[in-house]
């Protein structure tokens, strides 16, 4: 993610990820270098230009994950009432948080 944010895309070691855009959604090394998912202020590189729970990169990957089912949801050769999610340490919360996003307008 480094040379992402650094704009060195033509880096012979830079991997294509998860297009986020400005968004600082990943888990480590975030743009901080710092692991700061509790966090709700604003920075340059978080969705609302105050605090707010929206900025919380827990948001951001929950957010993610229910558009993975989404799309998933809108295959033709998948069946949609078998999906579901399921995760361990960080991957179980955001699993809880994943489901609990249905009820959440986005």
Known sequence: ???FWAGETDAPDYKLTTDWGALDAYHAPTRTG???FGNTKPTEWTLDPV???R???WFICTIGARRALTFLER???VNAELL???GH???GK???LTAGSDLIPV
Do not use: A, C, D
């Open 51 to 53: 605090e707010s729970p």
């Open 75 to 77: 295959q033709p050769e």
């Open 1 to 3: 993610m480094k040379r």
């Open 55 to 57: 900025n919380n990169q």
């Open 34 to 36: 710092l692991n700061s």
């Open 84 to 86: 579901g999610v399921y």
């Open 89 to 91: 340490s960080m991957g």
């Open 94 to 96: 955001l699993t809880v």
